[in-house]
């Protein structure tokens, strides 16, 4: 039984009364389903599909709220790309190709319905974009701040899944596209960080909003990598993760971690700075290990896609979990975190 509704706020188009939950899922989620016969028009309760023989189902869930994972004035196109591209990133850390996703919102009454209009249309740019379609989901209100969770599907050959255990001791380990990015765009947002100059203040700020899944590069690895991940709570607690799953320690070469233009440009030098680019979270890089004999295989993998894979460290016999993080010098570099915790 649901709870009496509340008098609604105002939330439809200038002079129109509001579309209403059905209005609303008519208007501009049918039409992102339109490419997906599982998803049936919508018309159902639940979506119908089947998996290819010689494939398996991924499945991925992460939940974006406002005030948390982005900025409650961040334009809506931008949210929708973060949200569709944080479950992209799990499904490439397993190797799977996109299949489809549904979609729950949590949105207040008083919302404006040209946020949900940006909103959607910032997700059919993704389907687009990434090959993927939206199977169905659910819609409801709520008293707090924007809540919105996508489950994405993704196929994989059989038994191919690429798991986070496999790493050994002596398998290196390596890294996708670049590092720190988004912490250090987070930190702009906040106005914590000065970067005079402009182009560098965009592409950080950019990779903060929209990061890039390598969608390209993570069904590849398998048959290469050992173990994988995406970089979602910082480089070093995620190698520490990855590590703890395989039973083993690791190194991470502060100096060997990728660094766009513009990174460096905003670190400057200064280490606590640098600490904060592998320790910041939000990357969505995929990190993973293999054995030093897949080193010419991922090299030419990286030119085939056009996607950095750079060599930063190695797993150890020692503790699981524990990773020295050596700077330039090979002497430790000093870090007040590891990565993000939610709680």
Same mark, same amino acid.
């Given at each position: 039984?649901?709870?009496?509704?509340?008098?609604? &706020?105002?939330? $439809?188009?200038?002079?129109?009364?509001?579309?209403?939950?059905? $209005?609303? +899922?008519? %208007?501009?989620?049918?039409?992102?389903? !339109?490419?997906?016969?599982?998803?049936? *028009?919508?018309?159902?309760?639940?979506?119908?599909?089947?998996?290819?023989?010689?494939?398996?189902?991924?499945?991925?869930?992460?939940?974006?709220?406002?005030?948390?994972?982005?900025?409650?004035?961040?334009?809506? /196109?931008?949210?929708? /790309?973060?949200?569709?591209?944080?479950?992209?990133? @799990?499904?490439?850390?397993? $190797?799977?190709?996109?299949?489809?996703?549904?979609?729950?919102? /949590?949105?207040?009454?008083?919302?404006?319905?040209?946020?949900?209009?940006?909103?959607?249309?910032?997700? =059919?740019?993704?389907?687009?974009?990434?090959?993927?379609?939206?199977?169905? =989901?659910?819609?409801?209100?709520?008293?707090?701040? +924007?809540?919105?969770?996508?489950?994405?599907?993704?196929?994989?050959?059989? *038994?191919?899944?690429?798991?986070?255990?496999?790493?050994?001791?002596?398998?290196?380990?390596?890294?996708? =596209? #670049?590092?720190?990015?988004?912490?250090?765009?987070?930190?702009?947002?906040? $106005?914590?960080?000065?970067?005079?100059?402009?182009?560098?203040?965009?592409?950080?700020? %950019? %990779?903060?909003?929209?990061?890039?899944?390598?969608?390209?590069?993570?069904?590849?690895? +398998?048959?290469?990598?050992?173990?994988?991940?995406?970089?979602? @709570?910082?480089?070093? /607690?995620?190698?520490?993760?990855?590590?703890?799953?395989?039973?083993?320690?690791?190194?991470?070469?502060?100096?060997?971690?990728?660094?766009?233009?513009? !990174?460096?440009?905003?670190?400057?030098?200064?280490?606590?700075?640098? !600490?904060?680019? +592998?320790?910041?979270?939000?990357?969505?890089?995929?990190?993973?290990? !293999?054995?030093? #004999?897949?080193?010419?295989?991922?090299?030419?993998?990286?030119?085939?896609?056009?996607?950095?894979?750079?060599?930063?460290?190695?797993?150890?016999?020692?503790?699981?979990?524990?990773?020295?993080?050596?700077?330039?010098?090979?002497?430790? &570099?000093?870090?007040?975190?590891?990565?993000?915790?939610?709680?």
């Amino acid at each position: 039984m649901h709870p009496p509704h509340p008098d609604p &706020l105002p939330g $439809g188009e200038r002079g129109n009364p509001p579309l209403g939950e059905f $209005g609303r +899922i008519a %208007r501009y989620f049918k039409p992102l389903a !339109a490419g997906f016969p599982g998803a049936r *028009g919508l018309r159902d309760d639940a979506a119908v599909f089947g998996v290819p023989e010689g494939r398996e189902l991924v499945v991925t869930t992460d939940a974006m709220v406002a005030g948390v994972h982005f900025f409650p004035d961040d334009a809506p /196109a931008d949210v929708a /790309a973060k949200l569709m591209r944080s479950n992209l990133s @799990d499904l490439a850390a397993m $190797g799977a190709e996109p299949l489809a996703y549904t979609l729950v919102t /949590a949105l207040p009454r008083g919302l404006d319905e040209s946020w949900l209009e940006g909103f959607a249309a910032g997700l =059919g740019e993704e389907q687009h974009l990434f090959g993927i379609a939206l199977a169905g =989901g659910d819609s409801v209100s709520t008293s707090g701040p +924007i809540t919105l969770s996508v489950t994405a599907f993704g196929l994989v050959p059989t *038994g191919r899944a690429l798991p986070r255990w496999g790493g050994q001791p002596g398998d290196r380990v390596f890294v996708t =596209g #670049s590092i720190g990015d988004a912490a250090l765009g987070l930190e702009i947002a906040y $106005g914590r960080l000065d970067v005079p100059d402009e182009e560098t203040r965009a592409h950080l700020l %950019r %990779r903060m909003r929209r990061p890039d899944p390598r969608m390209s590069v993570g069904p590849r690895l +398998i048959g290469l990598a050992s173990g994988a991940m995406d970089v979602s @709570d910082g480089l070093v /607690a995620d190698l520490g993760h990855l590590s703890e799953e395989s039973g083993c320690a690791a190194l991470l070469r502060a100096d060997a971690v990728p660094l766009s233009d513009a !990174a460096r440009g905003a670190i400057d030098g200064d280490p606590v700075r640098l !600490a904060l680019a +592998i320790t910041g979270g939000d990357d969505y890089e995929l990190l993973f290990t !293999a054995p030093s #004999s897949a080193r010419d295989a991922l090299a030419s993998l990286a030119a085939a896609r056009g996607v950095a894979i750079t060599e930063i460290g190695e797993l150890r016999p020692g503790t699981p979990g524990e990773v020295a993080v050596l700077d330039a010098s090979s002497a430790p &570099l000093p870090l007040a975190r590891r990565g993000w915790d939610h709680f």
